[in-house]
C-alpha cells in the first residue's frame, strides 16, 4: 500500500507536523481528510484467509450467491486500513500515548474490490486529564469514506496525548 495523501477540509489545519503535535494541537471542530487506499481483489482475498475466513470474503463465486452479490472486504480490514491512515497521518508520533478503546464501531456499506477509501476525521472533544495533567484525551469522529464519499464505517476514536507544557517542563496546576 502506498502512503495516503493528506487533504484537509477545515480552516483549522494542524499547525505543526504529525512528528510535532501534542494534545493542545487538536482543536474540537477540526475536520481533517486523509486518503486514498484503493482495495485490491488480491488485498480482500489476502487479509480474509487469514484473519476473517467467511465465504463472503474469500470465495469470490460464493460470495455472488450471498446478501452483497459479490466479494467484500472483512469490516477488520477496513478497520485495518483506517488504523493506517490514522497512524501514518492523524495521531501524533511523540505525544501518542495510548488508547482506552473506540465506541460506536460500524460498518455502514460494504467494500467492494476497487474501492478507493480516505479518511475523515473530526476532533469531537478534548480535555486534560484530571488525574494526570501532563496529558489529555481526544475524541474523534472517524468516517472511512468510498471513492463516492459515503461513509463505509464509522466509529470514534479515544486517545490519550501528551500536553506540550508537560514536555517543557511546566504542567497547569489546577487542571480539570
Known sequence: MTAPTTITLSDADFAVPIEDRYFEDYVPGAVYVYGSVTMTEEDILRFAGEFDPQGIHIDPQAALRGPYQGLIASG???????????ADHYISKVGGLASPGIDELRWVRPVRPGDSLSLRTTVRQTRVSRSRPDRGLVHTGIEVLDQHGDPVLTMTAVNFLLRRTATEGTTSAGSS
Open 76 to 86: 477488520w480490514h477496513t478497520c485495518a486500513v483506517m488504523m493506517r491512515m490514522y
